[in-house]
């Protein structure tokens, strides 16, 4: 095993990278879309029922067959992957963040309301700040499965550690076959747990004082 990782460290190394690399930038385009799905369904509550509609079927679709799809519409390579992991993504994300801004506070709207601030103003400076922890907590929910699903990733040829659990199996029993795919597995099982506890650092960091955990 470890005679595997010598002779491969770069490309792993560049994997790992490139697996960060797709699940972040994924996950901080899921969140932005999420977040304005969920500000419309807060101010429109006649669509809470058509988003979790969604959230709940979107979330029962295999990554395999969502990938095979996008495969015979996108192609090879970066775009169907980065597509199938923000839809994965941005399900979870809708649902803390419409639970967030559900649960924050009335009279502290109506506070700012009254002082002058305008709805928007109100959304950027109170809503979403107290419904934040809520929010990260979907982010974080989202990161750690879309880590596996960029792994799954590699049956379209995108980019991460799962080209070499797909090429371990596709030689299971030839020379060096379980290590690619053991190594490749543990390589994405410890990015996520790295990846977790940053997020855990960015919920205490960004989270209003008063609400920390």
Known sequence: MWEFISEHRDALMF??????????????IATVLALVVAVLVHRIPRLAGLANGISSIGLTVPALALLAFLLAVLGLGVLPSVVAIVFYAALPIVRNAVVGLNGVDTTLVESARGMGMSRTRTLMRVELPLAWPVVLAGVRVSTQMCMGIAAV??????PGLGSFIF???ARLGGAGATESAVVGTVGVVILALVLDGLLVLLQRVTSPRGIRA
């Open 167 to 169: 090429n371990g199996l």
């Open 15 to 28: 994997g790992a990278y490139q697996h960060v690399s797709l699940v972040v930038q994924s996950v901080a």
């Open 153 to 158: 990733a590699a049956y379209v040829q995108g």
